[in-house]
């Protein structure tokens, strides 16, 4: 199935998302949401602390 030619883009990507999903197990799978988990706080505490700075010291 990995050597078919598919002409919709979103096809081949559930193709690959399940071929990968087969190949790396649970295993890989929840590595990747952790990852992206993290990536996302990371960038929640990126927009907190340019805010925080954006508002300027509440303290003057």
């Known amino acids: 199935m990995a050597h078919q030619h598919h002409e919709d883009p979103a096809q081949r990507a559930a193709i690959a998302h ?12 929840k590595a990747r949401e952790q990852a992206r988990r993290a990536a996302e706080l990371e960038e929640q505490d990126a ?9 300027g010291d509440p303290w003057d």
């Not at 399940?18 to 890989?28: I, L, P, R, S």
């Not at 927009?47 to 508002?55: F, H, K, L, P, Q």
Request: charged share 50%; glycine share 4%; hydrophobic share 40%.
């Open 18 to 29: 399940d071929e990968a999903a087969d190949a790396y197990g649970d295993k890989a799978e």
């Open 47 to 55: 927009r907190r602390a340019a805010d925080m700075t954006a508002e």
